[in-house]
């Protein structure tokens, strides 16, 4: 596998003709977007005025209004699409390749629901699951797939009316060890103690009716940042080596992203919640800043190192 300075090489040196086409070519669609959204406001408004005049019914703005948004989003993928097309074969796809070349990548599907819900990480199921961007294959014999995932949990409120909440958006990667683990390790960040304090927070955490027994850690640093829930404690040491914790302490440092991890059955899961279609480039930013390819490089990079790490410490957990 490169390491993550060979591939920010790749990213400017060999990608860069693509970019630059993709470049010229996103400044053109940002510009069209900008013209049609603005015919488009324009002809909306006046049929909602002209409707309005005709009845004078309140309700006609309200349903107006959820038209509007309803088919500009619409119109918004239909004038995008073909650039998210072009942007994932021309950028995307060589960049999974020169990643390891024993991956592949298929952009109109995702990691399995049940694998998701089998993670958890997450104490709700979504009643609602879709993504896309799917990589799978093995590296040193270990297999690994992820995805973006985009998860939502249904819920009705006073009236009786659906809403739906976003339980999870970012990207999801599954790895497959051959081994199973005793019991379920699972690793969050540690929002109780930076919201509440080191006392009340490790008491809200302790009692966590949703999770299994609280393992504290011996590195502080790493205490700070995350919580650790597990059913067999020893084992969850052994799982979480200095190394791994090292590795995820400084991705956690360089990125404003949580990330979340378990180790369930053979597998280990690892959710990383950017809030957003990760692979998906933005159409009103230049695709030449380098935070853009640095944040796709390093989470790319990250799954990839930490199933490295893991597979080095398989001899370990031969001898739990």
């Known amino acids: 596998m490169k390491t993550q300075s060979e591939l920010i090489d790749f990213y400017y040196k060999k990608l860069h003709p693509s970019l630059t086409r993709l470049e010229k070519r996103r400044k053109q669609l940002s510009q069209r977007i900008i013209t049609v959204a603005l015919i488009y406001t324009l002809i909306s408004f006046f049929i909602a005025y002209s409707l309005f005049k005709i009845s004078y019914d309140s309700n006609i703005i309200i349903f107006g209004g959820f038209i509007y948004v309803t088919g500009g989003g619409l119109l918004y993928r239909y004038l995008i699409k073909d650039y998210i097309a072009a942007f994932k074969e021309s950028v995307i796809a060589p960049l999974i390749t020169a990643l390891d070349k024993n991956l592949t990548y298929l952009p109109d599907t995702h990691v399995p629901h049940h694998l998701f819900t089998g993670s958890k990480i997450f104490t709700q199921h979504p009643d609602k699951l879709e993504g896309n961007d799917y990589v799978h294959g093995k590296i040193d014999d270990v297999n690994i797939q992820f995805s973006d995932i985009y998860a939502q949990t249904k819920h009705k409120d006073n009236r009786g009316k659906t809403h739906y909440q976003t339980l999870f958006q970012g990207l999801f990667i599954v790895a497959d060890f051959h081994k199973n683990f005793k019991g379920s390790t699972i690793v969050l960040p540690d929002s109780a103690q930076k919201t509440f304090g080191n006392l009340v ?22 205490e700070k940042k995350f919580v650790v829930y597990a059913d067999d404690q020893i084992e969850a040491r052994y799982i979480l080596s200095n190394d791994l914790m090292q590795k995820l302490l400084t991705f956690q440092e360089h990125s404003k992203y949580p990330v979340s991890l378990s180790f369930v059955g053979g597998n280990i899961f690892l959710a990383i919640d950017y809030n957003k279609d990760l692979f998906e480039p933005s159409i009103f930013h230049s695709l030449l800043k380098y935070k853009i390819a640095l944040e796709y490089i390093s989470t790319l990079h990250l799954a990839i190192s930490i199933v490295e790490e893991l597979k080095l410490n398989q001899k370990l957990w031969s001898k739990l």
Request: net charge negative; glycine share 10%; no cysteine.
């Open 201 to 222: 927070g490790h008491w809200l955490q302790s009692h966590n009716i949703n999770r299994g027994e609280l393992v504290k850690m011996d590195d502080v640093a790493f």
